[in-house]
């Protein structure tokens, strides 16, 4: 009868109680990383103030022949380091910037202010006109026009390109890397950069349908991560159930429940600690020796240059997802701790008392004087 009783206890444990919590650990996790003001507002803040250094990295980089291998994709990159202005001038003087610290900051900040419960949810609209008026600023025409003017002069061959880009029979997809002589290149180009930023909108909500919603006591981040702990309460009823079921004793229900908490802890733990780690390795040492046909030079600088920006993604997604499973063995082992100071074995309950048998009488007491 144990041993049939111990059993039906594992299966629910092992078919049910462990995979339900492995999944919910990785759920609870996930929704707090990305309902995290630092995930939503304070990363997106940093990487708008790396932007303009990554910039200037990426456009010293990219004119050694070393990096970029094609000659078309070198020679644009030389004859813009020609031109006088750097990537990071060009980002502010045509109000690129300005945009960016000003209005997208401020939408990240509002962003911020709502996941931490400093103010209601309602839109928060992203202007987005400044930012078409900064790509179609006269310091872009200028860099775009010097640029052109810098670069090396063509061959027959190269010139009957630009002539197909300029009657539009061509795509914008590779330029030739030489000086275009052919007449309407330049307002080809400056058309096609038009029509790029005229199918922009010209804002963005966020939040959008959100109106008259309630303000959340704990702010919205810590209110949807503390409905979604309740998410526990699944794996631990199954967990619960099978103990009682394998051991019904207090030491035995202790030892089997926070057993299997820590059985499902600990491979979850070690699963998001490899992804964590194995995601970083790749980002920042494998996947620039990995030689892959459909990659750029170009694309593996920009991925080079602007690493960050996944390293602090993977960072922030994955982080939580180890803080919870962290906690959930640590839960195990307490009540494995617990389990050692509690009963072994449930109290007989108590039964009928047997009738007394019937002894000799007495001899009677002698008279009172």
């Not at 330049?186 to 010209?202: C, F, H, P």
């Not at 059985?263 to 040492?285: C, D, N």
Request: net charge neutral.
């Amino acid at each position: 009868m144990d041993a049939t009783r111990k059993i039906i206890g594992i299966c629910i444990i092992v078919f049910f109680g462990l995979p339900i919590l492995f999944g919910v650990t990785w759920a609870v996790g996930i929704i707090r990383a990305t309902t995290s003001p630092e995930f939503v507002s304070d990363l997106p803040q940093r990487i708008i103030a790396d932007l303009p250094d990554a910039a200037d990295q990426i456009f010293r980089a990219a004119q050694d022949e070393g990096s970029i291998r094609d000659s078309d994709t070198r020679a644009w990159f030389q004859a813009a380091a020609q031109t006088g202005i750097s990537p990071k001038e060009l980002l502010e003087k045509s109000g690129l910037m300005d945009w960016a610290r000003g209005e997208l900051t401020e939408a990240l900040k509002q962003i911020g202010m709502v996941l931490r419960g400093e103010r209601r949810p309602a839109p928060i609209v992203l202007d987005m006109k400044p930012l078409k008026a900064a790509l179609l600023s006269p310091e872009i025409d200028r860099f775009l026009e010097s640029t052109l003017e810098h670069l090396p002069p063509c061959d027959a061959s190269r010139t009957q390109d630009w002539a197909e880009i300029a009657a539009g029979t061509r795509s914008f997809d590779n330029l030739p890397g030489c000086r275009p002589d052919v007449p309407g290149v330049r307002e080809a180009l400056l058309a096609a950069r038009a029509k790029a930023v005229g199918r922009m909108d010209d804002r963005t909500e966020i939040f959008e349908g959100i109106h008259d919603f309630p303000k959340f006591p704990l702010g919205f981040s810590r209110s949807i991560m503390f409905v979604s702990v309740f998410l526990f309460l699944i794996p631990a009823a199954f967990i619960f159930v099978g103990a009682l079921i394998a051991d019904s004793s207090p030491r035995g229900f202790l030892r089997w429940s926070g057993g299997s908490i820590l059985a499902g802890g600990v491979p979850t733990l070690l699963l998001a600690l490899a992804a964590k780690h194995f995601s970083l390795w790749a980002i920042r040492e494998g996947a620039l020796s990995w030689n892959t046909h459909w990659t750029s030079d170009l694309e593996y600088l920009l991925f080079d240059k602007l690493r960050m920006i996944p390293e602090g993604v993977i960072q922030q997604l994955l982080s939580p997802v180890v803080t919870a499973a962290v906690i959930v063995c640590v839960v195990g082992i307490v009540l494995l701790a617990v389990s050692s100071g509690a009963r072994g074995k449930r109290l007989p309950a108590p039964g009928p008392t047997p009738p007394v048998a019937a002894g000799p009488t007495a001899p009677p007491a002698p008279p009172a004087h």
